[in-house]
């Protein structure tokens, strides 16, 4: 029961945390606006470096930034309606609970997908964002944060037994 309740008390802290991620970026809109320009231009990335992976409008930024607010607030919301749903089923059989932790375990996987895949991934390789001093440090933290999300999602994930 008690490992029971730190798995939906996990998820909810890391809903919490999506759901601080998205209204902090929505409130420094401009900033995050300027460094994904940054990023999608890569104006700071080493001279030798090929630039041919830049986008160009810069006026797409806008649109990076919106997807990527939805996505935090699409995990955020599943996370919280995750938790509920297992909580809901705290005292249910194990078979019960176990079915109770889709939700949560899709939005663990959205999470890696959206911090892995699109930020270390995406930013960090494929824009070079490493290479840049305003996006080295963010792709740390997006590298950090996906592998809270992937520890999130094993340990939710592992299964339930009665007792007796």
Not at 38 to 44: E, G, H, K
Request: glycine residues 6%; proline residues 4%; aromatic residues 14%.
């Amino acid at each position: 029961m008690l490992l029971r309740l730190i798995k939906v008390l996990v998820s909810l802290a890391f809903g919490g945390f999506a759901a601080l991620v998205c209204f902090n970026n929505y409130q420094d809109a401009p900033a995050n606006l300027a460094y994904i320009e940054t990023v999608i231009s890569m104006v700071d990335t080493f001279p030798t470096s090929p630039k041919f992976r830049a986008v160009f409008p810069l006026e797409t930024a806008p649109t990076f930034l919106t997807i990527i607010l939805a996505i935090e607030g699409f995990i955020a919301l599943l996370l919280v309606l995750g938790s509920l749903r297992m909580l809901v089923s705290i005292h249910r059989p194990a078979a019960s609970f176990n079915r109770s932790k889709a939700i949560t375990s899709f939005s663990f996987c959205i999470a890696i997908l959206l911090w892995f895949g699109i930020f270390v991934t995406g930013a960090g390789e494929w824009f070079l964002a490493w290479q840049s001093p305003v996006g080295r440090g963010a792709i740390d933290t997006s590298y950090n944060i996906s592998i809270i999300a992937f520890l999130g999602l094993i340990f939710v994930n592992q299964k339930e037994e009665d007792d007796g």
